[in-house]
């Protein structure tokens, strides 16, 4: 059984991996190139460091929710060994900060506060 789950895994890593990368690439074009040109063409130009941040911020954000559930899988399904649960606990405690200090700075508040 182990020899069918592994190989998936490990093809199943690959792709969450690789749709991590492509939100994070795909949303820094479209926040450095596609934003401020739909911005500028509306005459909003004041806007465009709030929007770019805004975008950048949200799809790095969303990336490291695809390349988090990665690293667990690979843990998880391929990989188990105190050593890789021990790495995959700094992964996601260093990501996890990452997201509350990035959440902090688009939103200005903790994700458990209420909405202003």
Known sequence: MLEIVKPFAEWSVTVIEVIGILIITGFAFYALIVEPAVLLKKGKAEEIFYQIRQR????????????VA???IHTVAVDLTFKTVGILAIIVLIRTFLSFTLEVELTGRWPWQEKK
Do not use: K, Q, T
């Open 70 to 72: 990665a690293d667990i």
């Open 56 to 67: 950048l911020g949200r799809g790095i954000l969303l990336g490291l929710e695809f390349l």
